[in-house]
């Protein structure tokens, strides 16, 4: 069977390309406009991806069959200000789409966050699907979680798959094999936090006793799995706030949580530079995450070099994509371009 190949637009640190590799495929051009992005990139697959995408020429790329893009989310994320495509980084998108106009893949595979379904009323995904149609893609949606692909991490994202329509439209279904999201496979996190922990850490990971209140009882939520089980004593604001309550205008705060390590941990954010990732232990004691354990949670290995400040590497896993949540989709499409061809 032939190799397949893509391209990896905003590549960021690799997670799409890792998971395709591990399929066989072979990266052809990958575009990245992060700088810290870029060095850790290079040093782990050997080519510098600094590109505008703004300013790429598409004609010049070499013919690829599958194009990857995890298009930045910040105009789209609850996170942020939602101004989707009045940001110019949601209009990033329609270059996307420029690329795929140019060399027609056989397929595309695009990554974002949950809330582009919603956003604006849900007019953003029409947008983006009816764009896809018209030049020529049979695309797929589904939010996907993580915590359901081996990984002990809740974080939901919007996944599209599109194959290139090579038939006339009205026989796309009889002539064109579809991707189905119902044939990926799935693998419910039997791992938990504590299952990816680093036996030994450095002791000033760990918060004193007066550092943090813990829940007398907890339980884990279902869908999530999460298990809220404390919270870091911060004071938010005194005016108004009952005498005993100071710390619990924080503890609803994502930054300030503690999560037990028999359950998952939320979703990694790339707007946490300082890393305050913060886990309650089986023995019940407090500690921040290291930054081994925030790459297993998105399915890195542990051999990839991690080069930079820890406020800039927080800041890429957390903008990464979680990498075997990829690998079950991608290996799902590479199947339905092999039916097809």
Known sequence: MKKLTFIDLFCGI???????????AQCLFSAEINTHACLVYKDNFGENPFCDITTLDASTLP???????????????????????????????????RVIEQKKPKAILLENVKNLVNHD???????????????????????????NFGVPQSRERIILAGVRRDKPASQDKINNQIFDFNN??????????????????DSSLYLEKEDYTLL????????????????????????????????????????????HATGTHPTLSSQESAGRYFIQLPSGKVRKLTMLECFRLMGF??????????????????????????????KELIKTINSND
């Open 63 to 97: 013919e690829f069959d599958i194009l990857c893009a995890g298009f930045p989310c910040q105009a789209f994320s609850r996170a942020g200000r939602q101004q989707g495509f009045s940001d110019a980084r949601g209009t990033l998108f329609f270059d996307v789409c």
């Open 14 to 24: 690799g997670g799409f390309r890792l998971a395709l590799e591990s399929l066989g």
């Open 184 to 201: 990926v496979e799935e693998k419910p996190a039997q791992t938990t936090i504590e299952n990816i922990l680093e036996k030994k850490v």
């Open 121 to 147: 009323g849900g007019n953003t995904i029409k947008v983006i699907l009816d764009n896809l149609d018209k030049l020529g893609y049979e695309v797929s949606w589904k939010i996907l979680n993580a915590r």
């Open 216 to 259: 007398k009882t907890y339980a884990a939520k279902e869908k999530t799995g999460l298990i809220f089980s404390g919270y870091r004593n911060k004071n938010m604001r005194k005016n108004g706030v009952l005498e005993g309550s100071e710390h619990l205008s924080r503890s609803h705060k994502q930054s300030s949580r503690i999560y």
């Open 301 to 330: 290995p542990d051999n990839y070099k991690k080069t930079g400040s820890q406020a800039n590497l927080y800041a890429r896993i957390g903008n990464s994509v979680c990498v075997p949540m990829i690998q079950a989709v991608a």
